[in-house]
T-cell receptor
Framework: QQPVQSPQAVILREGEDAVINCSSSKALYSVHWYRQKHGEAPVFLMILLKGGEQKGHEKISASFNEKKQQSSLYLTASQLSYSGTYFCGTELEDFGNEKLTFGTGTRLTIIP | ETGVTQTPRHLVMGMTNKKSLKCEQHLGHNAMYWYKQSAKKPLELMFVYSLEERVENNSVPSRFSPECPNSSHLFLHLHTLQPEDSALYLC??????????????FGEGSRLTVL
């Protein structure tokens, strides 16, 4: 069952913060985050495992709330280069990549 | 060279044509994947190959036929497609399809339009 992402789209001014959520109705083993810029390949940002710590990647970090089966991606002091569509992928168990299910994405637009 | 290369980048074909999409990875990975990306839909996994053996086929219609001659190359053969098959087809690779960080390395995709 695919995860649900929110919001579907968001427009921010450069320097503002954003939060993108990824929720599942089932217990999760891991959450993966990817970013895809228009016309480009999706790029891996990070993976969060059940029982793991919050991850960070420059000014982009994420958390995994096991009780809520939700992950949140935090983009602080957003830059123009952060524009793109953010996808989360979830695994229910440690089955491997063939069981990774993606959400429909959150389109982030950063304006000057 | 980029990690995962896909050709052609754009393809227009009629419903009776036969064409192929090609993917090549230069990362030394053992697993390769085909995904379908349609507008406003989540990425759909189509096929997974590990060490040149197919390990997953997600109920994909037989008009899509994958081929993995070696761990660096992956093909998707297309025949008698339908207009609803128009989409971006993404190839990806990973060191293995189980274990590790789970990171997928994607190509830029082949944009397919079926008339």
């Amino acid at each position: 069952q695919q995860p649900v992402q929110s919001p579907q789209a968001v427009i921010l001014r450069e320097g503002e913060d954003a939060v993108i959520n990824c929720s599942s109705s089932k217990a999760l083993y891991s959450v993966h985050w990817y970013r895809q810029k228009h016309g480009e390949a999706p790029v891996f940002l990070m993976i969060l495992l059940k029982g793991g710590e919050q991850k960070g990647h420059e000014k982009i970090s994420a958390s995994f709330n096991e009780k809520k089966q939700q992950s949140s991606l935090y983009l602080t002091a957003s830059q123009l280069s952060y524009s793109g569509t953010y996808f989360c992928g979830t695994e229910l168990e440690d089955f491997g990549n063939e069981k990774l299910t993606f959400g429909t994405g959150t389109r982030l637009t950063i304006i000057p | 060279e980029t990690g995962v290369t896909q050709t052609p980048r754009h393809l227009v074909m009629g419903m009776t044509n036969k064409k192929s999409l090609k993917c090549e990875q230069h990362l030394g990975h053992n697993a390769m994947y085909w995904y379908k990306q349609s507008a406003k839909k989540p990425l759909e996994l189509m096929f997974v190959y590990s060490l040149e053996e197919r390990v997953e086929n997600n109920s994909v219609p037989s008009r899509f036929s994958p081929e993995c001659p070696n761990s660096s190359h992956l093909f998707l053969h297309l025949h008698t497609l339908q207009p609803e098959d128009s989409a971006l087809y993404l190839c990806a690779s990973s060191p293995s399809y189980r274990g590790g960080t789970g990171e997928l390395f994607f190509g830029e995709g082949s944009r397919l339009t079926v008339l």
